[in-house]
């Protein structure tokens, strides 16, 4: 069982930066991979990058470029540094944990907010 923490979230003007943290404690052994997701109201959620514990990276094909994943593992934090921000990149995004044996994303954090103003 693991416990995430993201922070990082915040307001930015288009083309603009921002680094989303998440802080992931307890048994990192039981997980496989970190993935940053988003969510916008009325859309489903969207799995925008992930890196596993074995360098295994993925990237959205609209983040590609943009988005770096990327982890701390004295730290165990997994961060996602965004870059040429744009207004649909403005979302709630979140950070969950890939359980080992069945592969589910099941362990969420709560949540951090990414507003980009144009």
């Known amino acids: 069982q693991v416990q995430l923490v993201e922070s990082g979230g915040g307001l930015v003007q288009a083309g603009g930066s921002l680094r989303l943290s998440c802080a992931v404690s307890?048994?990192?052994?039981?997980?496989?991979?970190v993935g940053w997701h988003r969510q916008v109201p009325g859309k489903e959620r969207e799995l925008v990058a992930s890196l596993s514990r074995f360098d295994r990276i993925y990237y959205v094909d609209r983040v590609k470029g943009r988005f770096t994943i990327s982890r701390d593992d004295f730290a165990n934090i997994w961060y996602l540094e965004m870059s040429s921000l744009n207004a649909e990149d403005t979302a709630l995004y979140y950070c969950?944990?890939?359980?080992?044996?069945?592969?589910?994303?099941?362990?969420w954090g709560q949540g951090t907010q990414v507003t980009v103003s144009s």
């Open positions: 969950a944990a890939r359980r080992d044996y069945d592969g589910k994303w099941a362990t």
């Open positions: 307890g048994n990192i052994r039981s997980i496989t991979s």
